[in-house]
């Protein structure tokens, strides 16, 4: 049974040898001769069966749909052919229920009539395996029940929940009507009601009864009354002695509690979470479970949430504060994870009590007790690698008095009292940090008014520890954290004894501080998130010199711990900004991203990388294939991977999470980057694309109604901004993340170009050419208009804006206008007067590549008289490289637009000469004017890139960067304030140098980035142009 | 800093702090997903407060096949810890321990004979946290790596199959003591 799966079925036993060894052996047209005669004179319908199925071998085309016309008949005629022809069937058809055929309108129907038929055996289990492994939900759904009627009330309870899941999944499938989804969505409840109804009812369930039984029953009975049934039946049900959460935990099952603190906090239900929490809390107190089974930290942050939520938070919240007491009572007893869970539940419960009770409860110390707390926590976990993390976002809640006591009173003390080495530096960085993370805070500066004593001051806060006036963040503070950072990183490589002490710590503190000073640097520098409006190159936007001295420091700092994946990622970041793609691939490649993390995390590196180094895909190795490979793999089937293990598990509740995951990846921005950034790779070198986008086996069910999702995992990040700001990546990204927006955008992108670049087989003659044009134009003017209206939604929504960069805007605005443009072209008569739109449009789409190809600082040869070297109008170009790429991708689209209809019109006229069928005059000229237009800026293009070779061809690179890296003029002047022990940028440059071994350091870095801008440019003087 | 709570297919998109460390494995998408459809009680996770996954094990509930009832080497119903992985952020917190635990906790649930596991004999770390745990060396079974993780002259290692006795194996029938002294082939070992 079901052995299509592995290979050619086995025949019946009754059949003879011959036939048996002819089938074995493949001889197909014996097969078909030895089974014809048996059919005849056997006259049993199973010899037709394996004539049909050897028939399939061959190659002709009606032999091998034979099988598919009689299981079409099987099924329109009602019969229930046994199950050895249904499997032989199945084998001969195998391979068109990928594309061609509904396995829902042939073989599940046959098998659900042969499980209806034969319930009792063994294979019917196996009818709903073959049903679930095609997605076959409706037939699946119908032999479950029949399995069900069939085993009811024995102890293989599956059947009843598969046939409940199933009713369920079918109440939620687009494999049906939204009337029968309701009929279903009503069944899967009403059924497991009863079956709750029974639970609660029975004093014992034993495995025959129709009753909840199991932790996977439950949860399945909770979810779909979350989905389906109200809020207050859910409610109730979960108060209930047996099924309740709470009489779940005393079970040890944990799983309904969590997901019912999840439901109550979407509905806003803070009560229920209180009482629960309080509940369950208790519960670990008084002995109803193990201690500490549900001390989540989750647990305690929606506890002391609802806590100050509910109607009498100040007796709620001294309810908290009494179990937690309990629970620090007996922490010895617990491991070291649950006793950090409890004193960050601790500094959790402080932060949430209202002021007044905080205060009344610090009269008497005098201390402030928010910063008490914190003060705790740190001296008890500062070494841990998560300290930070663990307290930035208290930190970040204080007012301005309690982060001056932090700063300068506990931390300080904390310094002084700690008499190791080693654990001084370890405290001495994580301040570093806070102090980073505090000049991202608004709290520590004040507003200045906008002129004082008649003057107007240039910057809007003055602030509150420098007091110097300044922007967010404070620059002098930063300077002089740079500095402090530098000094504290000195200090630990010449000191041999802390060197050595390294290894025995949770982290190096020289990481750390590599990580305040990169992050300072980049923040001096200029460097704001690169969104939508960040239409500037980035070495326009930055002061390149800070920004080069961030990059160079923390690449030092990768040398010296080269198995950190945080630093590693954020370099790989700055380096794609810098234009430098080929030494971020090096960076990035040791990270092995492969398999099921690349969903999530590809995007950091190859999310626009055609645009930055189209040359990375010339090589060895396809870039994209792992990442097609992963999709192919898993995506290549209906239905969910591994979904069969599920069900025949009995895990209700992976079964549901199984088919989430599933719709997601299907939908993954991820998945559309990887074909799109793989086809604009491929037409840079004139390669061939396989096959139309739209056509695409991953881009099946994707129309513009679904909503393609972006699972980018940013959190190996080392993120030391607060939630004041926005979190690095934004700050380090190309461009805005993945989104469905952009993803649509480039689909649709992607179907035009298919369009305008479709050529027929060479050996497509249509007989009757005439009736084959006129289908190709409707066909053709079909698209357009699809296409042209698609466009238009999604960059008329008001988030698009927002997820593109200015450039892509302009591309997906070109693309969007063209196809409007192609549209009245082809499809206005000659003898009909032209819209006006055409030339609206055709001006709007000149107008849109001039002003893009304006946004690209071009290197251009500087006049003799101007001082500036060479070198420096290069990096401007080669760090905004993805804009060359739209200009020339955009530039291309135009080309091929306007060959598009000056073909359509060749072909017309070739096949009618009186020339009345051909495009208009008028549009004719417009589509010249527009190539001739894009053709120019095609050539600026390729004379852009020319240009950077041969500057980058040139010598004094070298002494160039380390100029602009170090300037040797650079003061220590300082602007605006007093200036006293202020900062100044010299003194930033010094202490970078301390760091990177000084500036032949510096010189051998500055080689690798001239060398990999080199690789890059050499990859974009073999790009197509034309 | 932590929950504690079963796998969701979601946390594959959350598991970069773990497997970015390079002695983690990443497996394809169909083998985390088998577990998780198959033993989902076996399969826990640790995440901290940003919903980052800082730890998971991976175990299964299984049974020699039948045909192999009546060979020394079958291995009647037990539980198998097929990986364990905390991210080094989260370190020395028993993150390793708590884990382990739950399994054994599932491992009784479901009345397994005991909890298995195979670790490298250099893995020294391993051994001593495992031991420290409750378990024992059963067997060393000969060449089952195809490398070694600490000597590249050496074509492969031995793998330590450590096992702990759950509930159900009260007369303690399922460990020995000197399980360093019996061999196997890794034909042994299904």
């Given amino acids: 049974m079901s052995s299509y799966r592995y290979g050619r079925p086995a025949l019946k036993h009754s059949v003879d040898v011959q036939l048996q060894t002819a089938f074995s052996d493949g001889n197909w047209n014996t097969v078909i001769r030895l089974a014809a005669k048996r059919a005849a004179t056997l006259k049993d319908p199973y010899y037709e069966a394996i004539k049909m199925c050897a028939e399939a071998q061959l190659d002709g085309t009606a032999e091998k749909c034979a099988a598919l016309v009689a299981i079409d008949e099987l099924v329109k005629n009602k019969k229930t052919p046994d199950i050895d022809t249904i499997e032989l069937y199945e084998w001969a058809c195998r391979d068109f229920f990928d594309y061609e055929v509904e396995y829902a309108d042939t073989l599940g129907p046959l098998r659900a009539r042969w499980a209806k038929a034969n319930p009792g055996s063994p294979l019917a289990v196996q009818c709903v395996q073959a049903c679930l492994e095609k997605w076959d939900l409706v037939s699946a759904q119908q032999i479950a029940t029949s399995l069900d009627k069939a085993y009811a009330n024995t102890a293989d309870r599956r059947y009843m929940f598969w046939n409940i899941t199933l009713t369920y999944l079918l109440s939620i499938s687009p494999q049906c009507t939204d009337a029968s989804r309701k009929v279903y969505s009503l069944l899967a409840v009403r059924h497991l009601e009863r079956a709750a109804d029974l639970t609660e009812n029975s004093a014992k369930l034993e495995a025959t009864d129709r009753g909840l039984l199991t932790e996977e029953e439950v949860c399945l009975y909770y979810r779909v009354m979350h989905n389906h049934g109200t809020k207050e039946e859910y409610v109730s049900r979960l108060k209930s002695p047996k099924l309740g959460a709470i009489s779940q935990l005393k079970e040890g099952r944990k799983v309904l509690f969590c997901e019912a603190l999840d439901a109550l906090e979407t509905w806003g239900e803070w009560d229920l979470i209180y009482n629960l929490c309080r509940e369950a809390l208790t519960l670990g107190l008084e002995g109803g479970t193990s201690p500490f089974f549900v001390c989540d930290l989750q647990t305690w942050r929606k506890f002391v949430s609802a806590a100050s939520k509910v109607a009498d938070s100040e007796s709620a919240l001294g309810e908290v504060q009494a179990i937690l007491k309990r629970y620090i009572d007996i922490k010895d007893t617990a491991s070291a994870m649950y006793k950090k869970n409890l004193s960050l539940a601790l500094l959790e419960t402080t932060f949430r009590l209202p002021a007044t009770v905080l205060n009344d409860s610090s009269e008497n110390s005098g201390l402030l007790p928010r910063v008490v707390q914190i003060g705790l926590f740190l001296d008890q976990y500062f070494e841990r690698l998560s300290a930070f993390d663990d307290v930035k976002g208290y930190v970040a809640e204080l007012n301005f008095e309690e982060i001056k006591a932090l700063m300068e009173d506990v931390l300080p003390k904390m310094l002084d009292e700690d008499a190791n080495k080693g654990r001084k530096t370890v405290l001495n960085a994580l301040v570093c940090r806070l102090r980073y993370l505090l000049s991202t805070c608004p709290q520590t500066l004040s507003p200045q008014p906008a002129a004082a004593e008649g003057e107007a001051q240039s910057k809007p806060f003055q602030c509150l520890f420098c007091s110097q006036p300044t922007d967010l963040p404070c620059e002098p503070c930063l300077k002089k954290l740079v500095v402090d950072a530098s000094a504290a990183y000195t200090q630990i490589t010449s000191d041999k004894e802390l060197v050595d002490s390294i290894p025995r710590l949770d982290k190096d503190p020289r990481l750390d501080l590599a990580l305040v000073m990169g992050n300072s640097l980049l923040k001096l520098s200029g460097l704001r998130p690169r969104t939508a409006d960040a239409s500037q190159s980035l070495w326009q936007s930055v002061e390149p010199g800070l920004f080069l001295q961030a990059v160079l420091l923390l690449d030092t700092q990768l040398n010296e711990t080269p198995g950190d994946t945080e630093l590693r990622l954020l370099l790989v970041q700055l380096y794609l900004l810098l234009g430098c793609a080929s030494y971020a691939y090096r960076l990035w490649t040791p990270l092995d991203v492969k398999r099921t993390i690349q969903d999530s995390l590809s995007p950091l590196f190859f999310d626009r990388i055609s645009t930055v180094s189209p040359g990375l895909f010339q090589g060895g190795r396809p870039l994209m294939e792992p990442l097609r490979t992963f999709y192919k793999n898993n995506l290549t089937d209906k239905a969910p991977v591994r979904i069969w293990d599920a069900f025949s598990a009995g895990s209700y509740t992976s079964i549901l999470d199984m088919i989430n995951h599933d719709s997601s990846l299907r939908r993954s921005c991820t998945l559309m980057m990887t074909l799109v950034e793989e086809r604009r790779a491929i037409r840079c070198y004139g390669g061939k694309i396989d096959c139309e986008i739209e056509q695409h086996p991953l881009t099946e069910n994707i129309e513009d109604g679904t909503t393609l999702v972006s699972k980018t995992d940013y959190g190996p990040f080392p993120n030391l901004e607060s939630l004041h700001g926005p979190p690095i990546h934004e700050y380090l990204r190309l461009g805005p993340g993945l989104s469905n927006e952009r993803s649509q955008l480039a689909f649709l992108s992607e179907q035009y170009l298919d369009l305008l670049l479709y050529k027929p087989p060479k050996d497509y003659k249509p007989a009757k050419q005439a009736e084959a044009a006129l289908r190709d134009r409707e066909y053709t003017l079909e698209t357009l208009s699809r296409l042209s209206n698609s466009l238009t939604d999604f960059l008329h929504q008001p988030s698009t804006p927002s997820r593109l960069t200015p450039s892509e805007t302009s591309y997906y605005s070109t693309i969007s206008l063209l196809s409007a443009a192609l549209l009245i072209a082809l499809s206005t008569p000659r003898a009909d007067p032209l819209p006006k739109t055409l030339s609206l449009l055709t001006t709007s789409i000149k107008s849109a590549l001039t002003t893009l190809r304006t946004t690209f600082p071009s290197p251009t040869t500087p006049p003799s008289t101007n001082p500036t070297p060479i070198h420096s109008t290069t990096p401007p170009s080669l760090t905004s490289l993805p804009i060359l790429s739209t200009i020339r991708t955009t530039a291309l689209a135009i080309r091929h637009s306007a060959a598009f209809v000056l073909a359509a019109h060749d072909r017309e006229l070739a096949r009618d000469r009186s020339g009345r069928s051909g495009v208009h005059r008028d549009a004719l000229a417009e589509m010249r004017a527009l190539d001739a237009v894009a053709g120019k800026v095609l050539g600026e293009v390729r004379g852009w890139v020319l240009r950077l070779k041969e500057v980058l061809g040139e010598g004094g690179w070298l002494d160039w960067g380390l100029g602009v890296v170090f300037p040797e003029e650079e003061g220590d002047s300082v602007e605006g304030g007093n200036g006293e022990g202020v900062v100044g940028l010299g003194e930033v440059g010094r202490a970078v140098e301390e760091v990177v071994a000084g500036r032949a350091g510096a010189e051998e870095w500055v080689g690798k980035v001239v060398e990999s801008w080199r690789e890059g440019v050499k990859g974009w003087g073999m790009v197509k142009m034309e | ?190």
């Avoid at chain 2, 970069?16 to 497996?27: A, G, M, Q």
């Avoid at chain 2, 194996?169 to 196997?184: L, N, P």
């Fill in chain 2, 1 to 190: 800093m932590a929950n504690f709570r079963r796998f969701r297919p979601d946390d594959l998109n959350k598991l970069s702090k773990c497997n970015l460390d390079p002695f983690t494995e990443t497996y394809e998408l169909g083998f985390y997903l088998q577990y998780y459809a198959k033993w989902p009680s076996l399969f826990q996770v640790a995440e901290d407060q940003h919903g980052n996954i800082i730890g998971y094990i991976m175990g299964k509930l299984e049974s020699s096949p039948e045909i192999y009832q009546f060979s020394e080497h079958y291995l009647p119903w037990h539980a198998h810890i097929t990986a364990v992985t905390v991210a080094p952020e989260a370190r020395r917190l028993g993150i390793g321990k708590l884990l382990t635990e739950q399994l054994e906790v599932a491992a009784d649930a479901n009345d397994a004979w005991f909890v298995d596991l195979f670790v490298r004999v250099s893995n020294h770390k391993a051994i001593t946290f495992y031991k420290n745990m409750g378990y024992s060396v059963f067997r060393v079974v000969k060449d089952y790596y195809g490398e070694h993780s600490t000597d590249p002259n050496l074509s492969s290692e031995d793998a330590y199959d450590m096992r702990k006795p759950m509930k159900r194996d009260v007369k303690r029938q399922h460990v020995r003591d000197d399980g360093e002294k019996h061999e196997v082939d890794p034909s042994d070992v299904w």
